[in-house]
């Protein structure tokens, strides 16, 4: 089978879209860190729409951080790759053309550099997940202890996102180019005062007068995406290859629903994404909080409780009346704690409740697991401190991160052991062994971990009792059992 190519795209079937302009005539005006599934599922495409409409100075030149995976499989593509969406009445074709080139920052620092500092590029995005930020997220302090970090702190070449950000600030600013504009795209708390406050803090260490330009002269817009993207499977490929007719080395699965609202503060300009369907804001706060504790509180309660009932995806999870009804009362009680108030908190809840039920997107709980102990903070605790503050029931809260502790135990109900993919929680050298260690010991020794619940939790004793409560409910009678319980 050939591979698709700027050469083969003319083989496509018709049914396939594809990118609708001339993509010789696409120049750089992003520079995207992270180049994973959800960038390609999300922003990639708002951006071949624009392209599509004629602002083709926007392209995206990506980077990996880390691995040369990504540009392997679409190097040899110029830079496409397929898009399957998928909904139970069926899959959609798409191929995107948005992504001119992927750089590899650890095989060439220097280009990434490079790219950063072309005067074209005007926007720098970033899905490099919460613990690529290098905070703390509970604190926002950089994180100590970090080689790569350290690394960047002390001068050498960029290995981390704050550093590949503030050396191309400081080059820009020497070169007298126009800054850029620092869009995070990553599911944290205020992501732009957050990277903002990253890069400020790591400016401070490095050049004073580097972190007074980053504060009168760089604008951090947050913003709020959402659209659910499963990892892409072989027989993913194999689906995708017969659609197209052609070999994709690493196309993206997702789902039709997607959004993104954004702050709207780009000094050096920004394509007309509103056409694309982006909602442009002045606060993007409420959305931000809407989504991440209905559906990324929900997301994470689900795959701990799904890993630990032996439930694979979460559309099976979801599927289990003690699961949903669990989910159900999770929702209910932390509607009081959004600005968007109570109505439209339910219609998004009734939303997210078809999207969690979407069979045909084999959304894995072992991968929202990932990395729980960077997310549990802002998907579960805001709400919870919000509850507490107002004097609020918390008892579906507290069961939500019961079960995350459970889960970090690495074995579900039965006994089996499962993998836990979380390198900061790697790192935490206090975890008891959850076979051995009664409820109380266990629930104590996590609330000393301060970088998920802070120095406040620890000390809310009507909290520490319903987390140890509802922890040794799981314990004894097994996750099903226990979250049926909550209503
Ligand atoms: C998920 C998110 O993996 C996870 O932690 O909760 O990636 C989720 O699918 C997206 O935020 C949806 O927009």
Redesign the pocket.
Known sequence: MRRLSNATLSALPSAVARPAYDRADVSPGIVHLGVGA?HRCHQAVYVDDRLAAGETGWGIVAASLRKGDVRDALGPQDGLYGLAVRADSGTRHRVIGSISDVLVAPEAPGRLLDALCDPRVRIVTLTVTEKGYCIDIAGGALRTGDADLDHDLAGGAPRTPLGFLAAAIARRRAQRAPPFTVLSCD?LPHNGATVRKAVLAFARRRDPALARFVEDEIAFPSCM?????PATTDSDRAEIAAALGLEDAWPTVCEPFSQWVVEDRFPSGRPRLEEAGVEFVADVAPHEHM?LRL??GA??SI?AAGRLAGFATVAEAFADPAIRGFVDAYWREVAPTLAVGEPAARDYAARLAARFANRALP?RTA??A?DASQ?VPQRLLGGLRDLRKAGRPFGATAMAVALWIRSCGGFDDEGQAFAIDDPVFARWTGAPDQRSAGADEVVAAYLGFAAVFGDDLPRDGDFVDALARAYADVAGRGTLAAVRAVR
């Open positions: 959800f599911n995406v959402d659209r659910i993207v989504k559906l990324n997301h994470t795959a959304h991968q929202i990932m997310k």
